[in-house]
């Protein structure tokens, strides 16, 4: 398993932005794919996107033009610009990575979570 970190949650208002990061114990470099989910409160974890090695990427429908994810691999660090923020993004976003991690599974390692509340 990939020790994760995230940082950067917090509150904003609607339409506003944020920028979710995490820290990976070791280089990232061998990873292939890392990926950002997220769960609210009764709902399903989802993926909300995922970036390979190489830069590709994959993103929900929901954030497709919102979101955007990145990868600093001199970092160990993933990122992900979120702008345009709308109520229903409010939820605890977590980093993926590790074994079996995909654009449509996750891998598994998870960070501890960080929340993201977007008021109306």
């Known amino acids: 398993q990939v020790p994760l970190v995230e940082s950067g949650g917090g509150l904003v208002q609607a339409g506003g932005s944020l920028r979710l990061s995490c820290a990976a114990s070791g280089s990232i470099f061998v990873i292939n794919v890392m990926g950002w989910y997220r769960q609210a409160p009764g709902k399903q974890r989802e993926l909300v996107a995922a970036i390979t090695r190489g830069g590709t990427t994959n993103y929900a429908d929901s954030v497709k033009g919102r979101f955007t994810i990145s990868r600093d691999n001199a970092k160990n660090t993933v990122y992900l610009q979120m702008n345009s923020l709308k109520p229903e993004d409010s939820a605890v976003y977590y980093c993926?990575?590790?074994?079996?991690?995909?654009?449509?599974?996750?891998?598994?390692?998870w960070g501890q979570g960080t929340q993201v509340t977007v008021s109306s």
């Open positions: 993926n990575a590790g074994r079996g991690a995909s654009f449509y599974y996750p891998g598994d390692s």
